[in-house]
């Protein structure tokens, strides 16, 4: 297991003080679907955002097990659950192609802002018609008979920060039939014409983390717009997506060890029939399988990202990481307003807010079907 050092502790417990104002108001929050600018910009300042970037663009230059962990303290302490999901979208989907893929240009226009909060990011990759199905998508990017820029036209689904970010990394097509080789990435500022975002769109859970579908109609880029290079669209969100998935759920397993404490607390003092309820076996089962399931997803996803920073192949372990947290997560946060009873099924206790976030955890960064899909593929199981 990973013994963290006194500087990471540091990191960590330095987030913690800024956990009572991120949480400050967030079930009315909730409610309203209300992202919250003030709220971004404290986000800012605690530099959580600057944590695996470059010094030299205003990053602090972690570890991706560094980052990983005082995100894990993100979730611990910060109860705005779409809050924590805007900012590792921001971070995973726009900060990290960027810091690999980048050029000096593009580091230097984007990446500061990134680290800052000043720019949020978002990309856009799901399709209406593809879902998670990434390379199914149609979006074309068709370029100009003197090379000098693409002409984007498609659409986009369920884009993440879609509504507030001020960039956004889109895949297209540049080769319809070239497979994972016809897709590249290109860098759209949010005011480029023939962009058009649309409206948030209301949902289950995450209501304080904007999500929106996008437009592109004839939108027209350079070409210092491509990320990486032209036909490197698949490599580039192949590397965002590990890390996606590695970022967004270490904060669920930080919110999954509060809903803990505050379960195993609840348990205590509360009595029933002249007892704790904890001292029912019915009610202790749950708390013991919220634990288990809790140290069991934390060990998947610092397994997996020690094995990713070694540059080994974990293309199974994050499906199986990502399985296993949101199916604990779910399972964790309807035990909770169980536990709790009449008062977890009421808004102002904030449990059945969990249980509607930890529900998006299943079908974001790939639906768990997906996963199954995935690890039988890997196993020799495909067709």
Not at 2 to 14: A, F, T
Not at 114 to 138: L, R
Not at 143 to 156: E, N, V
Request: net charge negative; glycine share 12%; hydrophobic share 40%.
């Amino acid at each position: 297991m990973i013994r963290w050092n006194s500087d990471q502790n540091e990191l960590r417990q330095g987030l913690a003080q800024w956990g009572e104002a991120l949480s400050a108001g967030h079930i009315e929050a909730d409610e309203r679907a209300a992202f919250s600018p003030d709220k971004w910009r404290l986000v800012g300042k605690t530099g959580l955002l600057a944590l695996p970037f470059p010094e030299e663009y205003g990053g602090l230059g972690q570890s991706l097990l560094t980052t990983m962990y005082v995100l894990e303290g993100l979730g611990e302490h910060c109860r705005d659950a779409g809050l924590n999901f805007t900012a590792t979208t921001s971070i995973a989907s726009t900060g990290v192609p960027l810091a690999r893929f980048g050029t000096a240009a593009q580091k230097e226009r984007y990446l500061p802002g990134i680290c800052t909060g000043e720019t949020i990011g978002a990309h856009a990759v799901t399709e209406p018609e593809g879902g998670s199905d990434a390379m199914a998508m149609a979006t074309r990017a068709e370029r100009d008979a003197d090379g000098g820029h693409f002409t984007l036209t498609g659409s986009k689904a369920f884009v993440s920060n879609g509504p507030v970010a001020d960039v956004l990394v889109v895949y297209a097509r540049t080769r319809p039939e070239g497979g994972p080789l016809g897709i590249t990435a290109f860098l759209v500022d949010r005011d480029t014409p023939g962009l058009t975002v649309g409206n948030p769109v209301k949902k289950m859970g995450l209501r304080t983390a904007p999500l929106a579908e996008l437009y592109l109609d004839e939108c027209r880029v350079p070409r210092e717009a491509v990320l990486g290079r032209v036909g490197g669209g698949y490599l580039v969100l192949d590397h965002v997506m590990k890390r996606e998935v590695l970022y967004s759920f270490i904060v669920n397993a930080g919110e999954m060890r509060h809903r803990l404490e505050r379960c195993v607390a609840y348990a205590r003092e509360r009595h029933a029939f002249g007892s704790p309820i904890g001292a029912y076996q019915s009610v202790a089962n749950k708390i013991v399988d919220m634990k288990t399931g809790l140290e069991t997803a934390r060990r998947w996803l610092y397994d997996t990202g020690e094995r990713l920073a070694a540059g080994e192949d974990v293309t199974m372990d994050v499906a199986i990481a990502k399985l296993l947290t949101s199916r604990a997560n779910v399972a964790g946060a309807l035990a909770a307003v169980q536990i709790f009873g009449g008062h977890g099924y009421m808004s102002e206790y904030g449990l059945e807010q969990e249980l509607r976030n930890a529900v998006g955890g299943t079908i974001y960064s790939g639906t768990n079907e997906i996963q199954y899909t995935r690890i039988a593929s890997l196993l020799g199981l495909g067709a």
